[in-house]
C-alpha cells in the first residue's frame, strides 16, 4: 500500500479524533428538551369537539404541511418501528449520538471517491430537523453543517431517552409530499392509526425515507432488498399505499360549524354540542333527504337545543352530500318563514285579549287594500273552513284567518314583536312586508326560528342559545306573558284541533307531550317543522340552497318526519306529561252556536273566559265577495298553472242564486269554487233564477310571463 493509500485511510480516524476533541472543548449550542419539542409541536389540523370532548370534525388549518396529532412511541407499531430503525440506523440502540464505525466508513468512502453512503443515525437526522441550519442543501452537507450535527446529535444523547429520540424522529420526519409524521403518514397513506400497521406497510413506509418522492416500484424493492418478506406482496403493499391518493379528509358531523370557529393550527374547540345527538341528527336528515331526491329535494338543516341551559345541542348545517351543500350553512341561511310565524301573531292576540282560544274567525276568502294592491291570501290546500275558532285555525295553520288576526293586532307592531324575540332580520317597516308578514314572507334563519321557539317552551323568557360552554349564562328577558305562551303551547299540542288540516295520522304526533308547528314557504321553495317537549326544542328546515322549487313537498311531508324522528330519539327524562298552567290562566266549558265545533273545556286568560260562543252573520245582503270588483290578479310565472286558482265566493247567498263566470254558470251560489284564471278581462255574476242579476265584480288578469323576443 503506498503511502498516499495509507494516509487516507488514517484520515478518517484523525478527522473523527479532531471532532472529539472540538465537542469536548466547544460544547455544541444548547438543545431543546424532549418535552419542549413535544409541547411546540402543532398539527397542521385544529379540531371541533363535542360536550365531552370527542371529535365532531376536523378542519386543516396550516396548508404548508399536513401532520395530525403527536403519537407516542408505544402508540407506533412495534412492526415500523423496527423497520426504521434496521433501515436508517441498525446501531442505534448501541451509539451514543453518532456511529463512529458507520461515520469513518461514509467519510472513507467520500474521500477515496467510493460509493457515497449515508452516515447520520436517527440522533443526527432528528437534530437536523430540530435546526433548520443542519438541513442539507441541493449538494448535501457542508463540512462545518456535518460537524455541527455531530455534536448537536451527541448533546442530545446526554439528555434525551432513546425511545424519546425515536418517538420525536417519527414524529417530525418528512415521508411523502407534505405529509409529516406518522400519524399523517398512517392515515393518509394507510388510512389507519400508526398502531395498526401491518409488517408489509411498515417495511414499504421505511424503505420510503431516503427518496420520499420515489415511485412505488423503486419503494418496493429497496423494501425487498432489506427483508426477507414476499417481494410479491411487497409490491402489491407500495401499490397500494403509494399509487392511489386518498381521500385527505373524511366527512365529519359539523363541518360548516368547524369551519367557523376552528382558526389555529393544533386548536381544540370544545363545544356543547353532544356526539351522539349530531350524529343521530344528521343520519336522520341524510336518510330523509334521500327519500325525497326524485320530487327534488336536496338540502336540508337541523337545530337541536336544551330549553333550560339554552345549549344547543345538535348544529346540522347542511345534508353533507353535495361539495356545495357543505358550504353553506342552513342555520344561518334566511329563508322565507312560512306560517311559522303565526303562534307569535296569535300569542300578541291573546296577550292583548282581542282573542280567547274559542273565539271564532271566519275562514273565508278576503280582499285587502294594500299600498301595491289588493292583497287575497289563500289557504294551502286552497279551500276554506267557514266560521273557526283560533284553536282550530292556529293548529291547522289556516291562512286566510291568521291574516284577519293581522288586522287586529296591526302590521307594524307584530313586527315590533317579532324583532324584539330575536327575528333581527326583519327589520323593514311594516309598509314593505304588509299582511303578508302573517304569512311568513320575511326571511328567518333556523336559529332564529329555534331561539324564538325556545321562548315559547320557557313561558315566554328569551334567552340566546350557547355554543361555548365557557359563555356565561345572560340574563333571561321577559318577552311574552307566561299565560299567553302557555296557551300558543296548548294549542300547538293539541292533536284533535290540527285534525282540519293534518288528519288523524301524520308526522306531527310524538309518543310524550309536544307543540309543534310547520311552513312552506312560496312556491314550496322552504319546508319547516319546530316545536318543542319538555325539555328539549328542535328545528328542521328542507329544500334547496339554490333556491329552486321542491315538488309537491310541505312541511308537513318535508321537515315533520325528520322533526319527529329527532325529538323522538332524545331522552325525555320521564317529562312527558303536559307542562302545568301557569298563574292567570282558567278551564271552563266553553259551547258554540250554531255548533261549528263541539262542546270543550279549553283554556283562557283569567277574565276572558265565556260559557258560550255565538257565531254572528257577517252580511244579510248577498254579494260576491271573491274576486273582488276591479282587482287585477297577476299570473305569477313560477307557479305551475295547474296550481294558481282564484276562489268564486259569494256571501249571504242562498241555494236560489248562482254563480256565473263570463256567462258560464258555475254553480249555486252558496258554494264556493276555484277558477283556473286566463289572462283578459272577465265578470263574474251573481243571480236570480229569472235571470236578474244582484251583484257584479269585473276583474282583469295579466300574464307576467316576459315577452318573446
Not at 156 to 162: A, G, L, M, Y
Not at 616 to 642: K, N, Y
Amino acid at each position: 500500500m503506498t503511502g498516499r493509500g495509507r494516509f487516507a485511510l488514517a484520515l478518517p480516524a484523525l478527522l473523527l479524533a479532531a471532532i472529539l476533541v472540538a465537542h469536548a472543548i466547544w460544547p455544541a449550542a444548547p438543545v431543546p428538551s424532549f418535552e419542549q419539542v413535544r409541547d411546540g409541536y402543532r398539527p397542521s389540523e385544529a379540531w371541533l369537539l363535542d360536550r365531552r370532548g370527542r371529535v365532531l370534525d376536523v378542519k386543516r388549518v396550516d396548508f404548508g404541511i399536513r401532520r395530525l396529532d403527536w403519537v407516542m412511541l408505544d402508540g407506533v407499531s412495534p412492526a415500523l418501528r423496527e423497520a426504521i430503525v434496521a433501515g436508517e440506523d441498525r446501531r442505534f440502540r448501541r451509539h451514543g449520538g453518532v456511529d463512529w464505525t458507520a461515520a469513518a466508513g461514509a467519510l472513507r468512502d467520500r474521500l477515496t471517491g467510493g460509493p457515497n453512503r449515508g452516515g447520520s443515525t436517527i440522533t443526527m437526522q432528528l437534530a437536523a430537523l430540530l435546526d433548520a441550519d443542519l438541513k442539507a442543501g441541493g449538494g448535501g452537507r457542508r463540512w462545518g453543517q456535518k460537524l455541527a450535527q455531530m455534536r448537536a446529535a451527541l448533546a442530545i444523547e446526554q439528555s434525551w431517552t432513546k425511545d424519546q429520540i425515536l418517538e420525536a424522529y417519527l414524529n417530525l420526519l418528512d415521508f411523502r409530499g407534505e405529509l409529516q409524521g406518522i400519524g399523517a403518514t398512517a392515515k393518509f397513506l394507510a388510512g389507519k392509526h400508526p398502531s395498526g400497521l401491518t409488517t408489509n406497510e411498515s417495511l414499504v413506509l421505511a424503505a420510503l425515507l431516503p427518496s420520499p418522492g420515489a415511485s412505488a416500484n423503486r419503494v418496493a424493492a429497496r423494501a425487498c432488498a432489506r427483508s426477507r418478506a414476499d417481494c410479491a406482496g411487497l409490491r402489491v403493499t407500495a401499490g397500494r399505499l403509494l399509487d392511489k391518493a386518498r381521500a385527505t379528509r373524511p366527512p365529519g358531523l359539523a363541518p360548516q360549524l368547524a369551519n367557523a370557529l376552528l382558526h389555529s393550527p393544533g386548536e381544540r374547540r370544545r363545544t356543547t354540542l353532544d356526539l351522539d345527538i349530531q350524529r343521530r341528527a344528521v343520519e336522520t336528515l341524510g336518510r330523509h333527504l334521500g327519500g325525497l331526491t326524485s320530487r327534488n329535494v336536496r338540502d336540508g338543516a337541523v337545530l337541536v337545543v336544551d330549553n333550560a341551559s339554552g345549549e344547543v345541542l345538535a348544529y346540522v348545517a347542511s345534508s353533507g352530500s353535495r361539495s356545495r351543500a357543505a358550504q353553506v350553512d342552513g342555520v344561518r341561511a334566511p329563508r322565507q318563514a312560512g306560517s311559522t310565524l303565526k303562534p307569535f301573531l296569535y300569542g300578541m292576540a291573546l296577550e292583548k285579549r282581542y282573542l280567547t282560544p274559542a273565539s271564532i274567525l271566519d275562514d273565508s276568502p278576503i280582499n285587502l287594500q294594500t299600498k301595491v294592491g289588493l292583497y287575497i291570501p289563500q289557504n294551502y290546500d286552497l279551500d276554506f273552513k267557514g266560521a273557526v275558532s283560533v284553536r282550530t285555525a292556529l293548529a291547522s295553520s289556516l291562512n286566510v284567518p291568521a291574516v284577519r288576526t293581522l288586522v287586529l293586532v296591526g302590521v307594524e307592531p307584530f313586527r315590533d314583536r317579532l324583532q324584539r324575540i330575536g327575528y333581527d332580520g326583519i327589520d323593514r317597516d311594516g309598509d314593505y312586508y304588509g299582511f303578508s308578514l302573517a304569512l311568513g314572507s320575511a326571511e328567518v334563519t333556523l336559529w332564529e326560528q329555534v331561539t324564538a321557539y325556545r321562548m315559547l317552551a320557557r313561558g315566554g323568557l328569551l334567552a340566546p342559545l350557547l355554543l361555548d360552554p365557557g359563555t356565561p349564562d345572560a340574563a333571561d328577558q321577559r318577552v311574552m306573558p307566561a299565560a299567553a305562551a302557555f296557551l300558543v303551547g296548548d294549542i300547538l299540542g293539541d292533536r284533535a284541533a290540527r285534525v282540519t288540516t293534518f288528519g288523524l295520522a301524520n308526522n306531527l304526533n310524538t309518543r310524550f307531550w309536544s307543540a309543534v308547528k310547520t311552513g312552506t314557504s312560496k312556491d314550496m321553495r322552504d319546508n319547516w317543522c319546530i316545536g318543542w317537549s319538555r325539555r328539549y326544542t328542535v328545528g328542521v328546515w328542507v329544500g334547496n340552497f339554490e333556491g329552486d322549487s321542491m315538488h309537491n313537498v310541505s312541511g308537513v311531508s318535508g321537515a315533520a318526519p325528520v322533526w319527529q324522528n329527532v325529538i323522538a330519539q332524545l331522552d325525555q327524562g320521564g317529562e312527558i306529561a303536559a307542562p302545568a298552567p301557569p298563574e292567570g290562566v282558567i278551564r271552563h266549558e266553553v259551547r258554540f252556536d250554531p255548533a261549528i265545533e263541539g262542546t270543550r273545556e279549553d283554556w283562557f286568560l283569567s277574565g276572558t273566559e265565556t260559557a258560550l260562543i255565538r257565531a254572528v252573520p257577517t252580511s244579510s245582503f248577498a254579494r260576491i265577495v271573491s274576486p273582488a270588483h276591479g282587482v287585477v290578479i297577476a299570473l305569477d310565472p313560477d307557479i305551475p298553472a295547474h296550481n294558481t286558482r282564484v276562489p268564486v265566493r259569494a256571501e249571504g247567498a242562498d241555494r236560489t242564486l248562482s254563480l256565473k263566470m263570463d256567462g258560464r254558470l258555475l254553480g249555486r251560489a252558496d258554494a264556493s269554487y276555484l277558477w283556473a284564471p286566463r289572462p283578459g278581462a272577465h265578470t263574474v255574476l251573481l243571480q236570480r233564477a229569472d235571470g236578474s242579476v244582484v251583484d257584479k265584480a269585473q276583474i282583469t288578469v295579466r300574464d307576467l310571463k316576459p315577452a318573446k323576443k
